[in-house]
């Protein structure tokens, strides 16, 4: 049986595979370190529920709802759409650690404030990322803006409709 200890964990590439390390096929997991000043990927949402877990010292989730400060042991779910958006943000002078984690699986991430779509495979080698044209992806209806592709890729179109919409 492999073991990983989330306090203790050495983060030597950005952050720490958790889920791969103990040899998980369905829990995506990973350990993520956020010195002072520092945020974690844009702000996002996703077609399927994420999970946070503050690991240690203290950080500011930004949510559709505002601000939220977190301390260490504060657990929060995310739910698919745009109501699970998210950002974190290390906003105090002391480094903060958590640990997010989601289903394995190709994953879609809708980022509003750029207006960009992620379509992430388990094969990395095939991720994508385009902005429509003629619409904004947070759109006013609470989801995808009208819009299309900016190009083609790989000439494949790219067509998905989440549950949530």
């Given at each position: 049986?492999?073991?990983?200890n989330i306090?203790?964990?050495?983060n030597?590439?950005?952050?720490?595979?958790v889920g791969q390390?103990?040899?998980s096929?369905a829990t995506?997991?990973?350990?993520?370190d956020?010195?002072p000043?520092?945020g974690?990927?844009p702000?996002h949402y996703?077609?399927?529920?994420?999970w946070?877990?503050v690991?240690d010292g203290?950080?500011?989730?930004?949510a559709?709802?505002?601000?939220?400060?977190?301390e260490?042991?504060d657990l929060?779910?995310?739910?698919?759409?745009?109501?699970?958006?998210?950002k974190l943000?290390?906003?105090?002078?002391?480094?903060?650690r958590t640990l997010m984690f989601?289903?394995?699986?190709?994953?879609?991430v809708?980022?509003p404030?750029s207006?960009t779509i992620?379509?992430f495979?388990?094969?990395e080698?095939n991720?994508?990322?385009?902005k429509p044209?003629g619409?904004a992806?947070g759109?006013?209806?609470?989801?995808l803006?009208?819009?299309?592709?900016?190009?083609?890729?790989r000439h494949?179109?790219?067509?998905?409709?989440?549950?949530?919409?």
């Amino acid at each position: 049986m492999e073991t990983v200890n989330i306090f203790s964990a050495k983060n030597v590439e950005g952050r720490v595979d958790v889920g791969q390390a103990v040899g998980s096929t369905a829990t995506l997991m990973f350990i993520y370190d956020l010195a002072p000043g520092q945020g974690s990927s844009p702000y996002h949402y996703e077609c399927e529920e994420e999970w946070l877990l503050v690991v240690d010292g203290t950080i500011v989730l930004r949510a559709p709802d505002g601000a939220h400060t977190l301390e260490r042991g504060d657990l929060v779910c995310f739910p698919p759409g745009q109501a699970g958006a998210h950002k974190l943000m290390n906003r105090s002078e002391s480094p903060a650690r958590t640990l997010m984690f989601s289903k394995r699986g190709p994953a879609i991430v809708v980022y509003p404030d750029s207006d960009t779509i992620g379509v992430f495979p388990s094969d990395e080698a095939n991720q994508l990322v385009f902005k429509p044209h003629g619409g904004a992806v947070g759109g006013g209806r609470g989801g995808l803006g009208q819009g299309r592709l900016t190009r083609r890729v790989r000439h494949y179109r790219v067509v998905f409709i989440p549950d949530w919409l």
